[in-house]
């Protein structure tokens, strides 16, 4: 009789809501595309070309917070989704299958990888019941084990925090992660954790960024951190993204969770960057005979600056960006317009929609309610 798996639990699929059902060949934890690290194969419909030998590599999921080429067999016959048990340190651990064949191998070009300069880990074959029963087991401990372990540092006095536990898929080795301001000696630490957790462990230090996308949380914007839902290759951000974009220079609002700059910066920095390019600059001075007028604020994609003189600061005109070009090539001329009033762009009164008597009733009761 074959051992039952328990396909609803979330921890089958490492990361992805939905869980394969094992009675139906087609389905994946894929299916959704609801992990993290969820991909999609666009060349899974085309016949693979000839790549000169490359080796037969997948792209391997583990723990939906970080993925790893491999070399599989060539008699293994491997698709999106697969449950795979693969080369340990030591044992053997449990990984899914999101990338196979050419996608996989372009995807390792891309991240400048060489096939044939890289030792890259095995893939053994598709785990068995018995692999995932055990996978199973070790990953619900994960969560005691973090908050045992954080009892056992608390008390050893270590100034280190620790964020996440990954145990291997067969239960020999345990990974901790942890964030630390300075050098931590965790020598004592390791043996007392080899010791009551019966495993091989590694530590394993983490910048600030990795720790906000495994803890997660909510940003500023109400919505889930991308660190934590699809973000996993984090770019530099700089304060020059914030000054571009108009921002105020305030770190509370500009820092994430992570207390870094928002990686969010990054998103429009290069469409803001094109608008600019031939944008008036603000430090240009209009000239008129009312006076002289400096440029107070701008709206990049509205193509506006707001004007005010400088003997009349209350007077706050928007001009469109041509037009200030337009007064600047006249200043440049050595004339001058009477004022900037005749340039200044008038928004139009914004007019009350008119509501039957009727309607208008009976959307206060429904509101009422």
């Known amino acids: 009789m074959k051992r039952q798996i328990d396909i609803n639990n979330t921890l089958f699929s490492r990361g992805c809501c939905c869980a394969p059902n094992p009675e139906t060949p087609d389905d994946s934890t894929f299916r959704n595309s609801c992990a993290k690290f969820a991909t999609h194969d666009y060349l899974s419909d085309i016949a693979p070309p000839a790549v000169g030998g490359a080796p037969n590599v997948v792209e391997i999921r583990l723990k939906n917070n970080h993925k790893e080429f491999m070399q599989a ?27 196979t064949g050419y996608t996989a191998y372009r995807q390792m070009k891309a991240k400048g990888i060489d096939p044939s300069k890289t030792e890259l880990r095995k893939v053994f074959r598709h785990a068995r019941p018995a692999d995932i029963e055990k996978w199973i087991a070790v990953s619900r401990r994960e969560n005691e084990t973090l908050l045992k372990t954080k009892k056992i540092a608390e008390d050893l006095g270590l100034q280190m925090k620790l964020n996440d536990v990954e145990y291997q898929g067969d239960g020999g080795k345990a990974i901790f992660y942890y964030t630390a ?79 870094k700059l928002k ?91 008119d509501i039957p008597a009727a309607d208008f009733d009976a959307f206060k009761e429904l509101a009422d309610e």
Not at 204 to 214: H, M, N, P, V, W
Not at 283 to 312: H, M, P
Request: charge should be negative; proline fraction near 5%.
């Open 73 to 99: 067999p060539s008699e293994l016959r491997l698709k999106q989704g697969d449950i795979v048990a693969i080369e340990g340190n030591p044992g053997h651990d449990i990984g899914i299958v999101s990338l």
């Open 181 to 259: 301001d300075d050098r931590v000696d965790f020598r004592e630490l390791i043996k007392v954790l080899a010791e009551k957790f019966r495993v091989k462990v590694e530590m394993r230090q983490i910048g600030l960024r990795q720790e906000a996308s495994k803890i997660g949380g909510i940003g500023s914007c109400g919505r889930e951190l991308c660190c934590a839902t699809w973000i996993n290759k984090f770019r530099s951000v700089s304060t020059q993204a914030a000054k571009v974009q108009q921002l105020s220079p305030n770190p509370q609002k500009l820092a994430g969770q992570c207390g």
């Open 263 to 353: 990686c969010c910066l990054n998103y429009e920095f290069e469409t803001y960057l094109d608008a600019l390019r031939d944008f008036p600059s603000q430090d240009i001075i209009l000239e008129t005979a009312k006076g002289k007028a400096s440029c107070l604020k701008i709206d990049v994609f509205k193509r506006l600056l707001w004007y005010v003189y400088d003997n009349d600061p209350n007077n706050i005109m928007a001009i469109p960006a041509d037009k200030v070009l337009e007064i600047h090539a006249i200043n440049q001329q050595g004339s001058m317009p009477e004022n900037l009033e005749d340039y200044a762009q008038i928004e139009e009164p914004k007019s009350f929609i």
